[in-house]
């Protein structure tokens, strides 16, 4: 089956740990992208990359680092520079960025306290 | 600032109605459009794109898209109990740009 994946689905932790959001995807999509959505908001871009080893930042890149080192994967870390990091993060992907329709994962739903 | 605005709702409507919803968007440089459906508490699932002005059908969904009024509606025909659920509109961002830029969504509600 074609898609993505993101692990884990929930994941806790304690304030000042670091913790790294998976996400796979098996599309053969070139771009890939992370989003953090709050509750009744919109998304909003962390990180985007449009091919391997190349990566952009978003709009609210502060306190997040991420990795593309194979283009079936891109981890996203959360350090404990952010400052608010409770949120559910979704992983998106797109065979070309911007102008193509974009496909989540799951998500991860992460509570920091 | 490159916004997409969407009425946050809720858009309640009768089982069986048909759902508008509306969409403004402030890139004139937009080509994508696209319409996402979230259920609570899960990940956003595409369910519509348009790339040209005028009305794009896809069974009871309709997309329609009008440049320059800069705005992008979806309908929804035969409401159902499991079409509730919060539509994100979004646009990519013009000008050679990489990003899309979703809107907060309007919440649907549909009543058997």
């Known amino acids: 089956d074609g898609g993505i994946t993101q692990s884990p689905k929930y994941l806790f932790r304690k304030e000042g740990q670091n913790v790294t959001l998976s996400c796979e995807q098996n599309l053969n999509h070139d771009a890939m992208y992370w989003y953090r959505q709050d509750p009744g908001q919109g998304l909003r871009l962390i990180y985007y990359s449009q091919i391997v080893n190349d990566f952009q930042k978003g709009d609210i890149a502060e306190g997040y680092s991420v990795s593309r080192e194979k283009k079936e994967s891109f981890p996203l870390t959360v350090t404990s520079a952010q400052k608010n990091p409770t949120a559910f993060y979704l992983c998106?992907?797109?065979?070309?960025?911007?102008?193509?329709?974009?496909?989540f994962g799951p998500g991860t739903r992460l509570t920091v306290t | 600032q490159k916004e997409v605005e969407q009425n946050s709702g809720p858009l309640s409507v009768p089982e069986g109605a048909i759902a508008s919803l509306n969409c403004t968007y402030s890139?004139?440089?937009?080509?994508?459009f696209f319409w996402y459906r979230q259920y609570s508490g899960k990940s956003p699932e595409l369910i519509m794109s348009?790339?040209?002005?005028g009305d794009k059908e896809d069974g009871r969904f309709t997309a329609q898209l009008n440049k320059a009024s800069q705005y992008v509606s979806l309908l929804i025909r035969d409401s159902q109990p499991s079409d509730s659920a919060t539509y994100l509109c979004?646009?990519?961002?013009?000008?050679?740009?990489?990003?899309?830029?979703f809107g907060a969504g309007t919440r649907l509600f549909v009543k058997a």
């Open positions: 979004a646009v990519n961002e013009g000008g050679g740009g990489f990003k899309t830029i």
């Open positions: 890139d004139r440089g937009s080509q994508s």
């Open positions: 348009i790339y040209s002005n």
């Open positions: 998106a992907s797109s065979p070309f960025t911007g102008w193509r329709e974009q496909y």
